[in-house]
DNA sequence: CGCAGGATGGGCT
DNA sequence: GCCCATCCTGCGG
């Protein structure tokens, strides 16, 4: 048996490096694990595939949030609240959660765990690696620093909108998969951002981070 | 560089 | 009618 093995030159800021890609979804049981700042601290590092066409357009994420059900006043399921924008946080772990926000920008989420558990993580920032004439296209003159270092300019930049809310993150229209592993001395945890009205919760550091990388928001 | 202010519309009280 | 898991521009230093 043969696999192909594709190594790319990773883009700018972060450092010159040669990387495999592996070109493989993340499984099935990824999503579905319970322990959602775990899955938050994982996702640092793997690639967000949207492919344009014939063409790979991806980029590494570097930023994360949880938010964690029921119990968390930030979520949007805080206290079981169940309506049409949120009802996808309940399906099972996997599932694409897209919304709008501030009248202009759509955010990304990875929603987590069983159904019935409507945990998701917000994809904050994300560093290009794939397709980079593609986003700096969406992204219009915007300086490379710019292009994903944002959870709204993420969007942007990989085309991602309302349409792919409840679709899967194995399905052939967006995925992740593994692409760099990192110690976890280089991911670093803080309180989330925008989340003010959130009371006790405003301060849980349940934001993850890619240590020194040039794309956190 | 930092910061203030405005854009802009869905979601929910 | 208010709030919002944001971003960009323009201005001052």
Redesign the pocket.
Known sequence: MHTDIVCLHVYLLSGAIDVPIVNKKLSKEFYLREDTLAVARSLIGKLIVVPEGRRRVSAMIVET?A?LGETDK????FGG?R????EV?YAAGGTV?V???????H?L?VVTGPADHPH???L??AEPVEGVNVIRER????PDK?LT??????C?ALGVDKRFNGESFRGKRIWLEDFREFADGDIITGP???????EEFTEMPWRFWLKDNPFV?
């Open positions: 949030e938010y930030a979520a949007h399921s609240r309506t049409k924008r949120t946080m959660y919304f709008f926000v501030y009248g202009m920008y955010q989420n998701a993580i917000l904050r920032a992204r219009g003159k915007m710019n270092s944002g959870p709204g300019k993420l942007i989330r951002v925008g989340i003010a009205y959130a928001s």
